[in-house]
């Protein structure tokens, strides 16, 4: 093959046409792309702002169970769950750099019907993800202007926010990464204030409570609330087409990502924890600008419930980002037909894929702020599976992949790594409420279905498809 003469040294693993079955010439799984590329800084709040945006939305665990669960959830779960899921990331993301992310994982796993169902899953699992921060923004913002607390003035607000800040993912990922950086430091400062302003008042023997006496622990909340606030580290891969030296500059970025994350949730949640003493049913989202009111004072409150509004612009633009970006890989691998690879002619941005996702977004947004998260983190545990196990059989399948960076295990160890969160991704989904089984089944029959219906039309010629070969190489 012409790729593989021109790199003697390696070899070049090639896709198939997921319909006929043909092998074309690979051209470069990293498509070239007119616009700037994203640098380490904008990278890692990007992915920041996939996972976290700040300690907003971690109250409900001390409600649910306590602050001594809460602080042991916050600091052992990264270590089971964020930490392998990063570095499955870093691996898969650097060996096949592009914008089908996970979708290509599973594809070059276990076939096109995998990939697909990937696509399905991921997306609507983002999409959904991405409905709960212009909530979560309103349930901030009405601390300061009541007006947004219900009826029509919520409604326009929602639709106002949704609209306004897809326009600002339209005019750029670089733009989108920067503004993430501004966001970040602007809405954490007002946390390392109260952090700092809270240790004389800290009493270390709060920390160790379970909760209040009569209070019933919430297990369902405890467990979604930890799973919303430490997941989706594997969103940013289908950014990888866009980012600068991804094989060089993701796995920096990721460890990064990883250490402010967990030091964002954690020293705001020893802080209050430890130095305020009020009822455990006030801690809902929101309750920390409530505790910064206790802490410090009226002015610390508004800071925070503006920082809240900034993270929830930040969460919002990086993850409609992916969704947007998934979409262009996903039309690159055939699942889906070539308009939604369409880019902006002014700002080189898939304008077809953030259309899209803000248009579901607003239709879910109106949905209650639990079933949201509740639904996302079912259909993301369901593709997270599929995900593991793409990850481990590639690394039995294609040994001599080309990896920049690998996770430094032999396959039993990887087993290992996998196997513990996906017992907490099993015992997620079997918890879920009826509501949740019956969105994400539906989800699940529309993905198989979409698959038979896109070979039909690609056997029909009823759109415009097209199949670009990745080119992957070996050592």
């Excluded at 076939?111 to 997306?123: A, D, E, I, N, R």
């Excluded at 607390?149 to 990922?173: C, D, E, H, Q, W």
């Excluded at 993905?447 to 070979?455: C, D, H, Q, R, V």
Aim: net charge positive; with cysteine; aromatic share 16%.
């Amino acid at each position: 093959m012409s790729g593989a003469e021109s790199k003697p040294e390696s070899m070049v693993v090639s896709s198939p046409n997921p319909d006929t079955g043909e092998v074309y010439l690979p051209i470069s799984a990293a498509k070239p792309s007119k616009s700037k590329k994203l640098t380490l800084i904008p990278l890692i709040f990007l992915i920041y702002f996939e996972v976290a945006g700040g300690p907003f939305g971690e109250e409900p665990a001390v409600k649910a169970a306590g602050p001594l669960l809460a602080i042991l959830g916050f600091l052992i779960f990264p270590f089971i769950w964020s930490v392998p899921e990063a570095l499955i990331t870093a691996e898969l993301s650097t060996a096949f750099p592009g914008n089908g992310g996970f979708v290509i994982w599973a594809d070059q796993a276990f076939g096109p019907f995998s990939g697909s169902l990937m696509g399905t899953w991921k997306f609507f699992s983002g999409v959904v993800n991405v409905a709960a921060f212009p909530v979560l923004c309103m349930d901030y913002l009405d601390k300061l202007f009541p007006v947004f607390s219900s009826g029509l003035p919520r409604k326009l607000a929602l639709i106002s926010f949704t609209l306004v800040f897809s326009f600002l993912n339209y005019t750029g990922l670089v733009i989108v990464g920067y503004t993430a950086v501004v966001l970040g430091v602007i809405s954490l400062l007002p946390f390392i204030i109260m952090s700092s302003i809270a240790i004389p008042k800290i009493r270390p023997h709060r920390w160790g409570s379970l909760g209040q006496k009569g209070v019933k622990r919430n297990w369902n909340l405890f467990f979604n609330t930890l799973f919303w606030n430490l997941n989706f580290w594997d969103s940013v891969s289908v950014l990888a087409g866009e980012v600068e030296k991804p094989q060089k500059t993701f796995p920096r970025a990721l460890f990064a990502a990883v250490i402010l994350t967990c030091f964002a949730y954690l020293i705001p949640l020893f802080a209050m924890t430890g130095s305020i003493d009020v009822d455990q049913k006030e801690w809902e989202s929101g309750f920390f600008a409530t505790a910064a009111a206790i802490v410090s004072g009226k002015w610390l409150q508004i800071w925070i419930e503006i920082g809240a509004v900034l993270s929830s612009i930040g969460l919002f633009e990086a993850q409609l980002s992916s969704c947007a970006y998934q979409l262009v890989g996903m039309a690159d691998l055939s699942y889906l037909p070539r308009i939604f690879a369409s880019r902006s002619k002014w700002f080189d941005t898939p304008w077809v894929g953030i259309v899209l996702s803000t248009v579901i977004t607003i239709g879910t947004s109106f949905l209650d702020f639990d079933d949201i998260v509740a639904s996302a983190n079912f259909l993301y545990s369901l593709g997270m599976l599929l995900e593991f196990a793409s990850f481990l059989w590639l690394r039995r399948k294609m040994p001599r992949l080309k990896r920049p960076y690998r996770v430094p295990m032999r396959l039993p160890g990887l087993m290992v790594m996998c196997l513990i969160p996906s017992a907490f991704l099993i015992f997620i989904m079997a918890i879920a409420t009826k509501i949740v089984f019956l969105v994400s089944g539906l989800i699940t029959v529309f993905g198989i279905a979409w698959y038979f219906l896109t070979k039909y039309c690609k056997k029909k010629k009823w759109f415009d498809f097209r199949y670009e070969v990745q080119d992957y190489e070996q050592e």
